[in-house]
Every structure is written in structure tokens, then in C-alpha cells.
């Protein structure tokens, strides 16, 4: 069912389902945000990239695909994700802590917004068969579920590593009807992952469309995967305003190929809060096992864009290394190298320890079991957070995604250290209380 | 003229079919491969500097350059190697983009034109994206080898054809190196015209692995690149030179026997 519809002629926005969409944002020049981005690709791709530009140009300019777009976040992602304010949280680290919970969306991640994007760009496009590569199996797992919704084949490309380690997630797309294909080649990760990914799209190009996970990638994805995730942003604005008639000082995010992030540093780019990055510091970025592109990589050219690449001096690329799967990634997407050159955000790290703190203490304080990955941003917020940012300051945290899908893994390898960390959190609590 | 692009239209005006062959620097025996299909009859040889990453590339070139850098290859120590064996036919680089680009694009100019590279192809370096490289090029004698395929939209292929130099590489196949090409009607409609509209010879490659393919391909085109089966022997049989050899000069033959240029 479709609730009380507006729409602007004018400017593309769009109200549908209780989903609202701004109008679209600012295109990169030529594929590139400033020296970032671009497409270096084999040859046979660059018309399937022209393809999806011209295809997505069109349909994001028309207001029946914006209309069917906004509708299925609303009726069938259950968007919009709410703005929860936690109280807890804030008294425990003397910040005023808002949530945006795309762990409740659908599928349990920010990725299906994307993903559904994608696959109506795909049928526009006459395609039956979505390509995807995974991480942590929730990009697998939405492409999966918008494969099996709009009634089209999928193959997902998932490093034997990450197979083994989300055991959960090969099953739910098994059980959506996708084939998941273990990728055994380099590290057996994310990057390997994209590398057949990628290699299958140019062997199969005429009926798939590589539903590419985040921000990366070669031109139109940085900028299309950031548009179809600018309603996390947009959305947080609006319902921050609703709640404090301002703006808030800081929007914080955690980064692998920066989907999330960008998502929802695209809606506060034109207002005065600060933005803040937070990659995967795995065991110390002193150590050469950790996945900070940004914070510690130089600038190459990998899986079709230019940006920021752990690599040696001999420009072979890094292994990156996080306790999560989604940020075991060695790239970053383009515009995130810019807006770290521009310096409109800023870019940290969290370690892995420091990520199962911000998982202890995100479950103990509000009842809010986070993804690994979300997980970073809100172990740095506790544990470093008062380095950079004003004590009373009020700072949104992006829940890209729930944490059912990593409780196995933190169970096996992890539990005594969590536990620790929730006895920790508790004492500390109740200390605060008394 | 650059050297590279006299000496295939040379061979393109004797009549001369041409045999391209890529093999992977860095893994056992591949110096003395090199040596070993010059002498049985490659006209130019393709030397992979491995890349951790080789999206264009198939199960064996990408395992080839996954035990090269596990075997410690360095570009510019193998580019060194280069220079001293002397190779006694062209040679053009076949690598990715970050390779020379973590190098510097004009500082790798220095050891490639000592190394006597007169060749490059980089398969992910699209022609909008090797524009500034183009140029950087432009007063060198190496050659930026542009690739063409057969999803190249018409109003991008005259660019790519008019800037081609050395050769124009035209991929066969839709797919990456190593894959079994099915020689359907479509490669005698998509490769012809492009011929036709190149003053470069036009050499077919990726996907081409027995001399019956070659054969096919060649008599549509100026000659034929050759990698993956190559690779393969110097990877997994006992006496590569001995394979390579009598499959170069099976290649050889085949490719002889494919008709003369129009």
C-alpha cells in the first residue's frame, strides 16, 4: 500500500510511504571529486559503466522511479529508520548520543537502500542477473533479497575467509535463492572478493548488473551507491531538527568502503556539523594489521578508482585486517580521499578491542546490539572521543547494522573479553549513579 | 612513427602475420620462455609485470603473478632484468595502471626506456584515463597500446583507433585472459570493421588457446596475442621450454597458413 504521496515537480523531492527523498545531489565532474574517483577499467566494461550513468541519470531525474523507489524503503525496507536519542549513553560519556538505526531497516543494515536502487536500475536496464560482492555477507544478503523481490538470478562473490566466519549469512542468501560463490584467490577476503566480482561482470556483462556494495568502485558507483544512501543523512537531519531545532555538532560514521558514512555525511555537508570517519584500526595502525586507507595508505588506483589504497612502495596492495568483515577492506571510496584532502571530514581509527568495548557497551547501555563495524564508531566515541570532541556536544552515530550476524564469531573468539567489557560498563554505570 | 608501430606495420606490409606472446615476469624459467619463443617464432613479446590485483586476468596469469611477487619480483629489479638479457625482438609491458602509477608515470619512463621497452598495455587505463599519460608519452619512443572490444561504443572507438600506437589490441572475447573463446559469428562481424578503420594493424587477444583459434582469429586480423596456455606450461609441466616450443611453432604454422592481408 502506498500512503499520502506528495511530490515537487520543481526539485525531484519526493514524500512516499512516510519516506522522504531531497532532491539529488551534487554530481562528481567527469566521474572524478576533485583528483579522486574515475574509472579504470577493462575495456569491455566501460559501456556497461556508460550504461548505468546514462540509466541512472534519467531515472533519478524521474519522478515514477523516485516514486517506486521512496515506496519500497517505506513499505518494504521500513524506512525511515528511527533517530534514537540514548540517554544512557550520553550520561556514561558525557555527550548528548543519537543513534540512526539502519540496523532496523530490513535485512538488518543500511545496504539494502542501496541495493534497491540498484536492482530497479537493473531491470530499467533489462538485466536478470545481479552480480555482488560481499564482506560481512549484509550487502550479499540485501542483494540476495532484492534479487529474489524483483524475481532475478544472483551471484555472490564472498572470500572463503568471510564464508567461514559468517557461516549465518551464506545461509540466508542460500535461502533467498542466491548462489554464493567462495573466492580463494590473495587473502581470500572482501578485496579478492571484488577482484572476482568484477572478472565475472566482464565475462557476463550483456545480462548482469554488478550491484556494487558502496561507494567505490569505478564511476557512476561512488556516486550513485552515495545517492541512493543520502536518506540516511537527509532523514537524520529532519528528525534531528524535529527533536532540537538545530543542527548537531558531529556526525560519526565508521568506514570500509564508506557507504554509511557518505550516506549520512551527504545530508550535514551544507550544515555546520563537523564530520568524523572511523576506520578499522585492527591491531594498531603502528602495525601493518589494520584497514585505515585514509589514516595510513597513499594514493593508487584500485578496483576502478583512484583513492586512497594500503599498498607498498612497489604499488602492490595491502592486505587489511579488521575484527570485522564489512572494514576489511584496503580501499576507501573516492570521496571520502576528498573530503579528508578538503579536510570538511575527519578521519580516525578504532582498534579492534576497541570495537568489541563500543559492542559490550552499545548492548549493556541501551539494549542495542551493534555490527561490528558500527561497533568502531561507537568504541572510539567512548573511548577516544573526548580527545576531539567538546564534552555536552551533540553527536548522531550512523547503527549501520545490527550485530546478530557477528554474535556467533564474538562467541567462539571473543566472549571473555566482552563480558569484561559489559562488567566494566556496568560498574562504571552504576558508579555514576550513586 | 614510434619504433613499435614501424616495425608491426613493417611486418603488416611484408604480408606477415603476427604472433604476440605474454608471459609473466618473475616465475621460474621466464627469461629463458622468452628466449625460447622468440626463437620459435614470436614476432613480440609481452612481459606481465604482476600486479596483486589483475582484474583483466584469469585463474593461471593471475596465480602466475600471485607466485612471482611471492617469489619477491620487484618492477624495476625485472625491469633491470630486462635490459640486461637484450631481447632480440620488441618488447612491450603488459601491467596495471597502479603499478607505474605508484611509481610516478614520468619517473617510470627512465627504467623502461633503459629496459628497451617499446610497448605498453595496461588494461585498466581506459582511453579517457590515459589521456595525461598520452601526453607524457608523447616525446618518448614507447608506445601506449590501446584496447578495443566489442562492446566499444561507436562514439568512442574512432578516439581509441586514431590513438592507438604500436598496434591496436582487440579484445576477442567478452570475458578475461584464459577463457575458451567460442568462435561464433559475432568475432567475423565485430572485428572486420574495425580493421578496416585502423591504419595500426589490429593483433587479436584474451581468450585465444589453441593454433585453431589462432588461425580463425588471425584471418580476420593482423596477428594474435597469446598468453594464458604459455603461462600455463611454464607453471605446471615438467620441461616448459620443450612444450612451448613445439606450441610456438604450431602457433607459427597455423597463423602462416591463415591467408594473407587483404
Redesign the interface.
Known sequence: MIGQMMVSSEDFSIDIAGVHLDPPGPKPQNGYFGEFG???????????L?QISQTFDRCWNDITFRKEFASLLGNYAGRPSPLTHCKNMSSFSGFDVYLKREDLNHTGSHKINNVLGQALLAREMGKTHLIAETGAGQHGVATATAAALLGMDCTVYMGAVDVARQELNVFRMELLGAKVVPVT??SSTL?DAV?DA??AW?????DSHYCLGSVMGPHPFPYMVREFQRVIGDEAREQFREINNSDPDYVLACIGGGSNAIGAFSGFLDTGAKLIGVEAGGQGLETSKHGAAISKG?I?????MKTD?L?D?????QEAHSISAGLDYPGVGPEHAQLNETGRATYVSATDDEALYGFAAASQLEGIIPALESAHAIGWLLRNGKDVIKPGSSVIVTMSGRGDKDANTIHAEHKETVISYVQEVLKERSSKKS | MKSLSKYTTSLQASDKKAIVTYITAGIDGWIDAVHCVIENGADVVEIGLP??????D??VI?RAS?IA?SNGA??LDLLAQIEDESFAKPIAVMT????????GFEEILTPLTSAGVSGLII???????SESFREILRGTDISLVQ???????DL?RDG?IENSEGFLYC?AI???TG?DVELTHKYTEFIPPIKAKSSLPVYCGVGIRTPDDAKKLASLSDGVIIGTTLVEKLLNDKKPIEEITRYIQELRQAVDESGSNS
Do not use: C, W
Open positions: 574515475g574509472r579504470y577499467v577493462p575495456e569491455t566494461l566501460v559501456s556497461a556508460d584467490s590473495g578485496k577482484n568484477m572478472r566482464v565475462s557476463r556483462v550483456d597513499a593508487g588506483i584500485l578496483h576502478g589504497v599498498q612502495s612497489d604499488g602492490q596492495i | 600486479f596483486s590485483d589483475p582484474v583483466m584469469g585463474p593471475s600471485s611477487l620487484k618492477t596495471y595502471a597502479n603499478v607505474l602509477y605508484s611509481h588494461p585498466d587505463l581506459t582511453f579517457e584515463a584496447l578495443i572490444a566489442s562492446t566499444t561504443s568512442r581509441i579484445v567478452k570475458g578475461i577463457q
